[in-house]
């Protein structure tokens, strides 16, 4: 078996690439990224928006044994890819919200990518998981929350949004039966991911309500009051009212403390969509525009727009942390024997999706 084993590793050893090689291949991506860096500023050189071939070319390239020349697939992707479409760390593109940026992250990403330590649950690796719980930790006090809540990093503020929805559900125990009482409130400036996780959730039979808007983009308190006490007195169950901080088209920011006033006395699930604009509480006039967002259930930031970090991270924070607890630990037979180091986990959830 051993020997067996060792034979293997040698032939394996044909597809690794040595240093040298791995040196040539580093410096060819280091090369091209340095010029993509000098250039980024020069809009005649990258324009924050073109259409060449609509990437096209690159699915010409058949997908085969066969590898193309280093310096052709780094053409290919330079054209159909990084010269194609938006750029949004441009400092010319102001249309949506502008990413990326943090040079040192990029450096991470290729960091974690070599060593791809596995920061799914603690036993497999304590440190990943406590370096993803002082994260959240960090943001957790940045927004006011208590120690007892919990977060996760997700792939970005879609997950992040229908991970908060679910535990929202799970703890008003919506189910078949009730549904159809259930109501949610929403602005119109809601980001459409907050419909696809209703609906990926299986509310789309709850009652959805979207309340108009003031004329500064805002939801509107009185239309909000009004929607709430006809629903009563229709016999339904006012649920979850969702706030944005910082909506997608204005930035506009809901009347956040007026919301959670109107939630707390209704017993309501406040979330807040704070994708967009959650970290702007880093700064004092961000603070005092969020005001009220520490009395929320649970929130979403996303460091891929705020912080500027690459794509692929937004945060979830359920202040009750039970609850984010609840919908999500499950057991598995191979999971056996890291159960004892459940309670370590702390703040680790484990993902399902
Ligand atoms: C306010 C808001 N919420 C949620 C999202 C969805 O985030 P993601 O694209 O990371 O899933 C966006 C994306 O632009 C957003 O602006």
Same mark, same amino acid.
């Given at each position: 078996?051993?020997?067996?084993?060792?034979?293997?590793? &040698?032939?394996?050893?044909?597809?690794?690439?040595?240093? &040298?090689?791995?040196?040539?291949?580093?410096?060819?991506?280091?090369?091209?990224?340095?010029?993509?860096?000098?250039?980024?500023?020069?809009?005649?050189?990258?324009?924050?928006?073109?259409?060449?071939?609509?990437?096209?070319?690159?699915?010409?390239?058949?997908?085969?044994?066969?590898?193309?020349?280093?310096?052709?697939?780094?053409?290919?992707?330079?054209?159909?890819?990084?010269?194609?479409?938006?750029?949004?760390?441009?400092?010319?593109?102001?249309?949506?919200?502008?990413?990326?940026?943090?040079?040192?992250?990029?450096?991470?990403?290729?960091?974690?990518?070599?060593?791809?330590?596995?920061?799914?649950?603690?036993?497999?690796?304590?440190?990943?998981?406590?370096?993803?719980?002082?994260?959240?930790?960090?943001?957790? &006090?940045?927004?006011?929350?208590?120690?007892?809540?919990?977060? !996760?990093?997700? %792939?970005?503020?879609?997950?992040?949004?229908?991970?908060?929805?679910?535990?929202?559900?799970?703890?008003?125990?919506?189910?078949?039966? !009730?549904?159809?009482?259930?109501?949610?409130?929403? %602005?119109?400036?809601?980001?459409?991911?907050?419909?696809?996780?209703?609906?990926?959730?299986?509310?789309? &039979?709850?009652?959805?309500?979207?309340?108009?808007?003031?004329?500064?983009?805002?939801?509107?308190?009185?239309?909000?009051?009004?929607?709430?006490?006809?629903?009563?007195?229709?016999?339904?169950?006012?649920?979850?009212?969702?706030?944005?901080?910082?909506?997608?088209?204005?930035?506009?920011?809901?009347?956040?403390?007026?919301?959670?006033?109107?939630?707390?006395?209704?017993?309501?699930?406040?979330?807040?969509?704070?994708?967009?604009?959650?970290?702007?509480?880093?700064?004092?006039?961000?603070?005092?525009?969020?005001?009220?967002?520490?009395?929320?259930?649970?929130?979403?930031?996303?460091?891929?727009?705020?912080?500027?970090?690459?794509?692929?991270?937004?945060?979830?924070?359920?202040?009750?942390?039970?609850?984010?607890?609840?919908?999500?630990?499950?057991?598995?037979?191979?999971?056996?024997?890291?159960?004892?180091?459940?309670?370590?986990?702390?703040?680790?959830?484990?993902?399902?999706?």
């Amino acid at each position: 078996m051993r020997d067996q084993i060792k034979a293997y590793e &040698e032939q394996a050893k044909a597809i690794e690439p040595n240093a &040298e090689q791995r040196c040539t291949l580093r410096e060819a991506i280091v090369n091209y990224t340095e010029q993509f860096l000098e250039n980024i500023h020069d809009l005649e050189k990258i324009p924050a928006f073109q259409v060449h071939d609509t990437g096209i070319d690159l699915t010409k390239q058949p997908i085969s044994d066969n590898p193309i020349e280093l310096e052709k697939a780094i053409e290919l992707i330079a054209k159909s890819v990084d010269r194609e479409g938006l750029n949004p760390a441009s400092g010319g593109h102001f249309g949506y919200i502008p990413g990326g940026g943090i040079y040192s992250s990029s450096l991470g990403d290729y960091w974690a990518d070599i060593t791809n330590r596995y920061a799914g649950v603690f036993f497999a690796n304590s440190g990943a998981v406590r370096m993803e719980n002082h994260l959240i930790n960090w943001m957790k &006090e940045l927004v006011g929350y208590p120690e007892s809540a919990l977060g !996760n990093l997700a %792939s970005g503020g879609s997950i992040a949004n229908l991970t908060a929805i679910v535990a929202a559900r799970d703890t008003a125990d919506i189910r078949a039966h !009730n549904i159809s009482r259930h109501v949610i409130y929403l %602005s119109k400036q809601a980001h459409h991911c907050i419909n696809k996780a209703i609906h990926i959730a299986g509310l789309k &039979e709850c009652q959805v309500r979207h309340i108009s808007l003031n004329d500064r983009f805002k939801m509107d308190m009185d239309a909000l009051k009004e929607t709430i006490a006809f629903d009563i007195k229709n016999g339904l169950k006012p649920w979850l009212l969702v706030g944005s901080a910082g909506t997608t088209d204005t930035g506009a920011i809901d009347p956040l403390n007026d919301m959670a006033q109107i939630a707390q006395k209704h017993e309501m699930w406040f979330h807040i969509d704070a994708a967009y604009g959650g970290f702007f509480m880093l700064t004092d006039y961000g603070k005092r525009q969020f005001h009220g967002i520490e009395r929320s259930d649970s929130l979403v930031m996303d460091p891929h727009k705020g912080l500027f970090l690459p794509y692929g991270i937004g945060v979830v924070i359920v202040k009750n942390g039970e609850a984010l607890r609840n919908s999500f630990t499950y057991k598995a037979s191979y999971m056996q024997d890291i159960s004892s180091l459940a309670d370590e986990c702390f703040s680790r959830i484990n993902e399902t999706f």
